[in-house]
């Protein structure tokens, strides 16, 4: 059975810092890309960022760029999502996604395959 589930978010103070965890199952992680999406409420959910299946490349969106470091760690089947400097605008419910092909690297969500539930991340002001 096919898990993804996320971890870490939370409530945090604008410039904080938070780290996402995403733990699978279920799949070879290790020949999946992975990314990280997010969504507010009445809003499409838009993509953050991808790792590739072995770590060697990274792709974020330039609003996170510089601030939001995508990792894996394929011994432990997990991908983070470390963010750092957060703003209110970063407030979301951010979302884990595996992506079986490799030529997906930057969304749109609907190409990847398997999803988490979600952790909310909440950035006050």
């Known amino acids: 059975q096919v898990q993804l589930v996320e971890s870490g978010g939370g409530l945090v103070q604008a410039g904080g810092s938070l780290k996402l965890s995403c733990v699978t199952t279920g799949f070879p992680f290790n020949t999946y890309g992975m990314g990280w999406f997010r969504q507010v409420p009445g809003k499409e959910r838009q993509f953050v960022g991808h790792?590739?299946?072995?770590?060697?490349?990274?792709y974020y969106i330039k609003s996170v760029r510089g601030r939001f470091t995508i990792s894996r760690d394929n011994a432990k089947n997990t991908v983070y999502l470390e963010m750092n400097n957060l703003t209110p605008e970063g407030t979301a419910v951010y979302y884990c996604?595996?992506?079986?092909?490799?030529?997906?690297?930057?969304?749109?969500?609907?190409?990847?395959?398997?999803w988490g539930q979600g952790t909310q991340v909440t950035v006050s002001s």
């Open positions: 790792i590739t299946f072995n770590g060697g490349s990274t």
């Open positions: 996604a595996a992506a079986r092909s490799q030529a997906i690297v930057a969304g749109p969500w609907a190409d990847y395959d398997y």
